[in-house]
């Protein structure tokens, strides 16, 4: 299959430059981690960040240094405490005379309503959100706005459109027609509202798996500029149905990133020191992989009928 | 006085539960409040919808979920949704009666703050910020807050204003609440590790029950200001052994939260 399949080396250098914004979406699962490490292996520079939730994939990304700002909505690790190497570089006491990241912030249905409006082209969208809070003052482009049809005032925020999505799936034909299963977050919202879109799937199937479930796709081969094959590319994240989380790695992270040089050691021996996803999970090894795995619950089938 | 049989974390767990009896649709936090919604489903509110930020309304989880978008709240719910979807069609509609929050500050009237630590733009800890909370706290008809006494916590002012509680009173609560087309009533309950806080007509935090084995001087002891007490002050009801039987068996097995 030939079509817009490529391998991550290329499609990260051919499609993330030094500068752009860049958002690897996919809350809590599906969450590009190859693809967010194959960006730190080619020294990437000057990105801005978007994720709702930065998560564990954003900490090491900013620990390797390619961003200068980050725009999000929650700042944890989900179920442990915080992002650390990420404190470092927004608190003054560790900063000291670094150069702090720029941050962007708002709330969940903020950051959900900004893809949205970039997807549907609008200048903006309206939100009942954000009253009598503190976050329009942190962040002034969270703005009143009246209602034209009454005295209503409700809250807006701007359309966010990424030079670049990455989106993990579970799988896509060679033109980039991708399926989902499982928590959707906001990926479709923040495909639709990049320029350019790299989907990373689990697997590469025929047209005509997509074709026997179309209700499932949730991103067409129309706005997808390449199809990265990588299985387990999500880990430590999860992939429903694939793999489970890896609750472990989550709560070794904290005391690796809490020290900076840990933090290195972890990207050169896990990220520079590997040429990508199949010898990550070599070096993770079979037991890990095999204890990730979940038993089985398909869905029933259900009848497109046929009408020809 | 003797050992009371189970920790602060286990009572709070419980009283967060049973304040969600004649409840229906809930939107589960992560941490303590999972656990609470999913005893109050096995024990006093057996029809409680669970409803996920990640996406899931009607989750039925065959085991804790380890954080807000767990596989297990998936296989099993009764739909998956996109987020937008979520905020706007079930959120922002009025379709969740209860939202659960939990801060890093609290001040008497229920405003939350789970942003900074210090000024915003030096703050001394950056808390992970609003995620969900804000749009929780102005669209869910309660809020349920559980959260740890101490004086750090329970400050006479925040921080930071991530989530509005009842802002400066009950009454300016109201008119703004009004105006703004708010779905929220605001807070109804603060459930801590010593006792349940309910809101008075004022609007500010009036401790109801105290749980058993707390005492009135560690109550001051970890509020910045003082508190107002009920006249008909309570006893909060000591977990039964079937609760604390779900929790530790079922809900909580290896103690991640409740030691």
Known sequence: MPGKVASMRDAVADLVRDGDTVAIEGFTHLIGFSAGHEIIRQRKRDLVLARMTPDLIYDQMIAGGVARKLIFSWLGNPGVGGLNAIRRRIEPASVGEGTALEIEEYSHFGMVSRYTAGAANLPFMPLRSYFETDLPKANPLIREIRSPYSDEVVYAVPPLNPDVTVIHAQRADANGDTQIWGLLGCQKEAAFAADRVIVVVEELVEESVIRADPNRTVIPGLIVDAVVVDPFGAHPSYVQGAYDRDNRFYLDWDPISRDEVKTQAWLRDWVYGLDGREAYVQKLGEERVASLRPGSAPSGPVDYGDYR | ?259
């Open chain 2, 1 to 259: 006085m003797s050992e009371p049989g189970f920790s602060k974390s286990e009572m709070m767990i419980v009283a967060a539960a049973r304040e969600l009896a004649g409840q229906h649709v809930c939107f589960v936090g992560v941490g303590l409040p999972n656990i609470a919604v999913n005893l109050a489903k096995r024990t006093v509110a057996p029809d409680l919808e669970l409803v996920y930020e990640a996406g899931v309304f009607g989750a039925r989880p065959a085991r804790l979920p380890l954080s807000i978008g767990d596989p297990t709240i998936v296989t099993g719910a009764t739909a998956v949704v996109s987020m937008f979807e979520l905020f706007a069609f079930y959120l922002q509609r009025g379709l969740i009666d209860v939202g659960f929050l939990g801060a890093a500050q609290i001040d008497r009237f229920g405003n939350l703050n789970s942003t900074v630590i210090g000024p915003y733009d030096a703050p001394k800890t950056r808390l992970p910020g609003s995620g969900g909370a804000c749009e929780i706290a102005i669209n869910a008809r309660n809020v349920f807050v559980i959260m740890r006494q101490s004086s750090r916590s329970f400050v006479e002012t925040i921080d930071f204003r991530t989530s509005p509680g009842n802002l400066g009173g009950a009454e300016q609560a109201e008119r703004i609440r009004r105006a703004g087309g708010w779905r929220g009533r605001g807070p109804s309950v603060v459930v801590t590790d010593l006792g349940i806080w309910h809101f008075d007509e004022t609007g500010e935090m009036r401790l109801d029950s105290l749980h058993p084995g707390a005492t009135l001087d560690e109550v001051r002891a970890t509020i910045a200001w003082v508190p107002k007490i009920s006249p008909d002050l309570g006893i909060t009801p000591a977990p039964s052994a079937e609760e604390l039987r779900l929790v530790r068996e079922e809900l909580d097995p290896e103690g991640v939260y409740t030691t």
